[in-house]
Structures are given as C-alpha cells and as structure tokens.
C-alpha cells in the first residue's frame, strides 16, 4: 500500500504491499506492558477466556521491565502468545513498534495492558473487521475504584465517542483495531516519543495526511475497563512530563494542529503571550494558582461536587503541563 491521497481504499493492497490478504491470522493484539505484569496476565486471562473463531495473536512487548516480567504464555486452538522482551525501556511507541514488526494479522490491534475487555471482545472484533473496515475504536469504561475520577474518566470518554470527526487529535489508541496496510504505510508510531504523551495524536495525524479521506468507526461493543489505578499525582505528573518532552517534538512535527489544542495555551515556550512574562512571575504564579486549585479541587471531591472539581482539576493538568514547558531540560532523553 502507498500512502497517498489517490487510494480511494486504503486497505486495497497495491504490488508493494505484504501478503497480508493471505496471512491465516486475521487480528494481532498487541500489548505493551512495563513492570505491570499483574494486570497484563489479567487481560490475557480475559482474552485468552473466550476463544476466537478465527486465528488470534496476542503479541505483550515487555518494554524493559526490571525485573523482566513473567507471562503464561501457553497458547490453545486459534490462539498464539507471544512475548518479546526488550532490554531497554524504549517507551510505549517504540514498544508498540516492536509488537508491529513481529506481528502477522491481517488487522492490529493496540491495546493497553490495564484496559481488560469485556465480555464478546474479540468476536466483536473480528466480527466488525470482517467488513474491512480500515480503522476501528473500541469504547473504554473506568473502574479504577475512586468514584470521582471514575465519573471523570467517563465523561472524558463519552465526549471523546461525540467527536469522531476530530478523532486525530481527541482519541487514544489504548484501544483501536487498524488494517496493517496503514500501520504499515505510516511506519507505526514515532518512537522518538520516549516519554507519556502525544504519539497517539502523532500517529493519526499522519495516518490522516497520507489517507485524508479515511472515516474511523467506532464499536461500543469492542469495549474494555481500564482498571489502573488513578490519583491525583499521577495525573499531574503525566501532564507535566508531557509539556517537558514530549510537547516539543509534537509542536515541531505539527504547529498548526498543536495551536488548535487546548495545551497551547499553557505552553510557555510555544506561545508567544508568555515571551513577555520574565521566568520568575509564570514560575512564582503557577505555584500559586496550582496551590489554591488544589485546596479548591479536594474541596469538591470529598462533597462530591463535580462542578467545582471537574473543573479545577482541568486547570491544574494545564498548569502541570505549563510546569513541564517551564523547565530548562525540555529533550526527549
């Protein structure tokens, strides 16, 4: 498959492409898991529950794991595991990468190690992608056990199933199902985001560009619960690395569509507004502001007043991502 605007199927194979059509194997779930062996073995557990009716291959990339994780890897009737151990960490896109090269399937799938699916999960894939359809999302349900951010994650989650149409820069792949022609015409993810954020958007921003008549469809019935735990901290502490590693090369590969992003606006590198402000006030004044959101937000989340939560915690993820663009050390190493 080449990857331009006259292919009027993207998953019509051309001369160039693999023998993908004649492969046995119609879906490769690939998993890339880093020290959280508990919760992969849980999801394989759950796929492995069901067996498909047509060949599956489970592909969890241990992402240099310390230490390296322990898989069942024992495989039934229509049913491979694998598992590929790298020896250093290379993030979740150069891990992913890795499960690419050696996966088979007519179809990938993209799957995060804490997202579990639920009941029917691969029939109802392989039933949807049984029509060819080129690039599929999957819904994402969360119990992590906090009622509050439970609440959060879903609405986030609905919001993101009622804006299809942006799906380049507002959907994740912790879940989608993609023709391997266009994984492959792309050459998968940018692994040169090493750390938390953005290779999701990078990727279908380029899958975009090079099939711009592309239209995802998305499954309720190819759902998973995404069971990792959440906190407050842990929420901050991804933005934050974001706007200190990622955010950059994102802004570099793609301006205009990063000026569209609601990050732009906290980003004291990007955005010229700050260009103005001396280091010491934006520092002196996140620090502040992020001190009283907090006190605001544990306010509303132990009364369990979403309006005042929800959004206060919005404020403070965008002034961790600004903490992020305000330190000195702003590489991807």
């Not at 759950?46 to 230490?67: F, Q, R, T, W, Y």
């Not at 799957?111 to 392989?126: F, M, R, S, V, W």
Request: glycine content about 6%.
């Amino acid at each position: 498959m080449q990857a331009t605007s006259s292919i009027a199927h993207p998953c019509a194979p051309d001369e160039t492409s693999s023998n993908s059509e004649n492969s046995p194997i119609l879906l490769s779930i690939i998993i890339p898991v880093l020290n959280n062996a508990s919760q992969a073995n849980q999801t394989i557990q759950k796929l492995a529950a069901e067996p498909p009716s047509k060949p599956v291959e489970i592909i969890i990339v241990d992402d240099g794991s310390n230490p390296p994780i322990q898989i069942n890897t024992e495989s039934t009737e229509n049913f491979q595991i694998k598992l590929l151990r790298l020896k250093t960490n290379q993030g979740r896109a150069g891990a992913i990468n890795n499960g690419i090269r050696s996966a088979s399937g007519l179809y990938m799938t993209f799957l995060d190690a804490d997202c579990i699916p639920e009941t029917g999960y691969i029939k109802n894939l392989q039933h949807n992608v049984s029509s060819e359809t080129p690039i599929l999302f999957g819904d994402i349900h969360f119990f992590s056990g906090d009622p509050f951010f439970d609440r959060y994650g879903n609405r986030v989650q609905a919001r993101r199933r009622t804006k299809l149409q942006k799906w380049t820069i507002s959907l994740t792949s912790a879940n989608v199902t993609l023709h391997r022609d266009l994984v492959l015409a792309v050459n998968g993810f940018d692994s040169t985001y090493r750390h938390y954020g953005f290779e999701d958007r990078d990727f279908f921003l380029r899958l975009a560009q090079s099939f711009p008549n592309l239209t995802p469809i998305y499954k309720a019935d190819c759902s998973v619960k995404h069971v990792d735990a959440i906190c407050l901290n842990k929420i901050l502490k991804k933005f934050e690395t974001s706007g200190r590693h990622t955010a950059r090369i994102f802004q570099s590969k793609h301006p205009d569509a990063y000026r569209k992003m609601p990050m732009y606006y906290f980003d004291t590198q990007a955005n010229p507004i700050y260009h103005y402000i001396p280091y010491w006030i934006l520092s002196t004044a996140n620090q502040g502001l992020s001190t009283t959101l907090r006190g605001l937000f544990f306010l509303g989340y132990k009364l369990s007043l979403d309006w005042l939560a929800i959004p206060t915690l919005k404020g403070m993820n965008g002034l961790a991502f600004m903490r992020g663009t305000l330190a000195k050390d702003t590489t991807n190493v």
